[in-house]
């Protein structure tokens, strides 16, 4: 069965100090790798997608890279403004859901 | 930039009363899908649909649920009898290709009294 697993549950961060967040993933056959971040009363929004292992994303503070069995998101100096909840979500090549890990709460304060 | 809508944003019902959830995805996209997230807990999968029909269903989407696209814009969930346990935010989410990222709507919150 397919299974995502996000850790820490919460993270609590000095603005500028660095961290990671890990996604562990099992899944039949990998199709991609999802990173969203979903703020308070609102739907995910899309960051990233990973299609294999090796593979690495960047978009501002944020860095997305891909093993076969998990990915991290490296946040670098994070702002207050980077706090959210971020989600790590898999598709498999024979379906077409995908599954979604329980999250990481991020806290970053000024 | 082109976003997924939903409407309402809030929904009040009361217990076996049915309900629609109206979602307007991003014109050219081709499937479609709707979630659930309980409070506090993940986002769950209900359903995909693509090419006018379900592809794919979780064990949460029973009878009493439904969807359905009735024009070349409009994607819906009906939910007939519904349940206190009906109570969590539905997302809508559409995508151009398969392997590209589902864009969500900001989910409709549906409270069953």
């Known amino acids: 069965e397919d299974q995502v697993t996000q850790s820490p549950e919460a993270l609590r961060l000095q603005e500028g100090e660095s961290s990671s967040l890990n996604c562990s993933y099992t899944?039949?056959?990998?199709?991609?790798l999802f990173w969203y971040r979903q703020d308070p009363g609102k739907g995910p929004e899309f960051l990233f997608t990973?299609?294999?292992a090796g593979e690495e994303k960047e978009k501002e503070r944020l860095k997305a890279t891909l093993t076969k069995k998990e990915s991290f998101l490296h946040i670098t100096a994070p702002k207050p403004e980077d706090s959210a909840t971020y989600l790590c979500?898999?598709?498999?090549?024979?379906?077409?859901?995908?599954?979604f890990g329980a999250g990481t709460r991020l806290f970053v304060k000024a | 930039e082109p976003e997924v809508t939903q409407t309402p944003s809030h929904q009040v019902t009361q217990m076996g009363q049915e309900v629609i959830l109206r979602c307007v995805p991003i014109?050219?996209?081709?499937?479609f899908y709707w979630y659930r997230q309980i409070l506090g807990q993940k986002v769950e999968f209900l359903v995909s649909?693509?090419?006018?029909?379900?592809?794919?269903k979780s064990e949460i989407f029973d009878d009493q649920f439904s969807v359905e696209r009735p024009d070349g814009s409009n994607f819906t969930l009906k939910i007939r009898s519904t349940k206190l346990e009906d109570s969590a935010m539905y997302f809508c989410?559409?995508?151009?290709?398969?392997?590209?990222?589902?864009?969500f709507g900001d989910g409709t919150r549906l409270s069953i009294l």
């Open positions: 989410a559409s995508r151009g290709q398969r392997d590209q990222p589902q864009h």
């Open positions: 899944v039949s056959g990998l199709r991609g």
């Open positions: 990973l299609y294999s």
């Open positions: 979500a898999v598709q498999n090549t024979g379906g077409f859901k995908t599954i």
């Open positions: 014109s050219n996209h081709l499937y």
């Open positions: 649909f693509y090419n006018n029909e379900i592809s794919e």
